[in-house]
């Protein structure tokens, strides 16, 4: 994977920034893209200061124009991109009976409609070269239901199956796309949803009240957990998984 290219979104959050790191320490020169241009710029600094080869490419995944000019950026900057990891995610909880419309429509425009736009644009360029990892960073929810996150679960789902047509249309080029689907993992959008500090030993814990199992293995994952399997499924050593939906969440939905 050295010397290779890779585009990651949701570069400023826990898992997309510990795909940027993980792909860096490999020697991967690394576009780290998120929108919020701020943090993402103290991100790359870190791993910059660190010797990695990460560049900041802010952007809003939502904007197909954006998108595309993005694309273009990073490969006029760094050169063909060969993997891409969809990383970028947003969380709206709320019953359905209150769900906003607006929350519904952002969740889909970033967690869907974003992966589509980024990997249309990438895939396009793959295409004529005949080489190219995706991962799509979806989530367990997407196939469990969840209370008050019927939106992200959703629109995890949409992402997850979406990812798998593209494998099957782009196989032929030589081109896999894969997804990692994490579980609880400690980075901001889950502290999001604790009130209090019995928030981590309650989600591995469990709520009956929620119809949620606990976690067997009886931890959180570490956004470290997650880059390993994208990294493993962007690399040779997966040279022949496609379509594959990786679930990484210490048992807590039972290996379904």
């Given at each position: 994977m050295e010397d290779a290219i890779a585009l990651v979104t949701g570069a400023a959050g826990g898992i997309g920034a510990a795909v940027v790191r993980a792909l860096g320490r490999r020697g991967m020169r690394v576009a780290?893209?998120?929108?919020?241009?701020?943090?993402?710029?103290?991100?790359?600094g870190k791993m910059a200061a660190d010797g990695?080869?990460?560049?900041?490419?802010?952007?809003?995944?939502?904007?197909?124009?954006?998108?595309?000019e993005l694309v273009d950026g990073v490969e006029s900057a760094l050169g063909p991109v060969d993997h891409l990891v969809n990383a970028a995610g947003v969380l709206r909880m709320s019953p359905v009976s209150q769900l906003a419309d607006e929350d519904w429509a952002a969740?889909?425009?970033?967690?869907?409609t974003g992966v589509m736009q980024v990997s249309r644009a990438v895939v396009?360029?793959?295409?004529?070269?005949?080489?190219?990892?995706?991962?799509?960073v979806a989530s367990n929810a997407a196939g469990t239901p969840r209370t008050e996150m019927a939106?992200?679960?959703?629109?995890?789902?949409?992402?997850?199956?979406?990812?798998?047509?593209?494998?099957?249309?782009?196989?032929?080029?030589?081109?896999?796309?894969?997804?990692?689907a994490p579980g609880s993992t400690d980075t901001a959008m889950l502290r999001s949803m604790w009130h209090d500090e019995s928030g981590p030993?309650?989600?591995?814990?469990?709520?009956?009240?929620?119809?949620?199992?606990?976690i067997p293995l009886g931890k959180l994952a570490r956004p470290a957990d997650?880059?390993?399997?994208?990294?493993?499924?962007?690399?040779?050593?997966a040279g022949h998984i496609t379509m594959h939906d990786l679930t990484v969440d210490g048992g807590a939905t039972l290996g379904v």
């Open positions: 780290a893209v998120d929108r919020d241009a701020g943090r993402l710029d103290e991100v790359v990695l080869s990460v560049e900041a490419f802010p952007a809003d995944v939502t904007s197909a124009a954006e998108v595309e969740t889909f425009a970033v967690n869907t396009s360029r793959m295409v004529p070269r005949s080489r190219g990892a995706i991962v799509t939106a992200y679960a959703a629109s995890k789902a949409a992402a997850t199956m979406f990812t798998k047509c593209l494998a099957l249309e782009v196989a032929r080029h030589g081109i896999r796309c894969n997804v990692v030993q309650a989600t591995i814990d469990g709520r009956p009240d929620a119809y949620k199992l606990g997650i880059a390993d399997a994208v990294v493993f499924l962007l690399s040779e050593q």
